[in-house]
């Protein structure tokens, strides 16, 4: 009985210590916004919706009108598709484009693209007349979502 007490306090230090051993070993990974693809709307029947696309993998997509795939979504992306995505940007020379490219014109829909890489940041707004190189990568972009493995989400 005279050992009760001093047994008790070692099980409450012991037990403090695994507490605190198990939260440092447990890293979380900062998830970051590194992939957006927005298309928006026109005055006719253009395709509206956004995804995202995320550090971790994780991906997000939002229809509004003119497409299969109404309301929220999430899927995965893998790391191999995002460091793609991100070397094509590099290679047509993303962040060395125009901000905007448009012209004095109605009726288009926007195509609005923004790349994280490392510590570059760049937004474009495609309106009328981007290069080429800028209208396929939209298109890759537009390829990695996974229509077939959304989850729709609930409100």
Known sequence: MRWFPLILLFALFACGSSKKSIK??????KRELII?????????????????????GSAFYHGERFVDYLGDYEFSVSKKTTNYILKRAVEIGFFEMEDKYTANITDLPKTI?????DKQKKKIIDYYGAPKKLKEFESLVDGCIDYRRMKKLTD
């Open 113 to 117: 693209v923004f790349i994280q890489k």
């Open 36 to 56: 957006t693809l927005e298309r928006t709307a026109c005055y006719g029947t253009c395709p509206i919706y956004k995804i995202e696309i995320y550090s971790d």
């Open 24 to 29: 440092s070993k447990v890293k979380k990974e």
